[in-house]
């Protein structure tokens, strides 16, 4: 009994692993800046040289900006900067809150512990705490 459900058990695990995520894959068309949110007043994490390839987890309802995983980094990048043939309208729709996000993603990073001055980032008259990591535009 226990092998037969072991053996059903390893056979969903590797279809749910060759399952098609080709609409999913992507590459930067330029060097981009990875940030901490969708939008350019959000902290650089690193950044990614052109024909950089990543895993598209999904992107925002507009289409602007989409979350990316690139190796180890997890973060936003302009849809603008990803290469075709990607395209954010097939990617699926994801929300982003900086509490979740950055507690699943930047736990260890320096300006984590500022999250609580980014959750008004969307209102009329936010103004960014000052960059702990200035970067590149992107």
């Known amino acids: 009994m226990k092998q037969a459900s072991m053996r059903s058990w390893l056979a969903v695990l590797l279809l749910a692993l060759s399952a098609p995520v080709a609409a999913q894959l992507a590459h ?6 990875v940030r901490a949110g969708p939008d350019r007043v959000f902290p650089v994490v690193t950044w990614l040289p052109a024909r950089e390839p990543l895993h598209i987890a999904g992107c925002t309802a507009d289409g602007r900006w989409c979350d990316v995983v690139a190796g180890r980094t997890r973060g936003w990048i302009a849809a603008s900067y990803l ?3 990607f395209a954010s309208r097939q990617a699926p729709v994801v929300t982003f809150s900086v509490r979740e996000y950055w507690d699943a993603h930047y736990a260890r990073r320096r300006w984590h512990g500022d999250a609580a001055r980014w959750v008004d980032w969307e209102k009329p008259g936010f103004l960014p705490p000052a960059p702990v990591n200035p970067g590149r535009r992107g």
């Open 83 to 85: 290469a075709q043939p």
């Open 28 to 33: 930067t068309r330029d060097a981009v800046n």
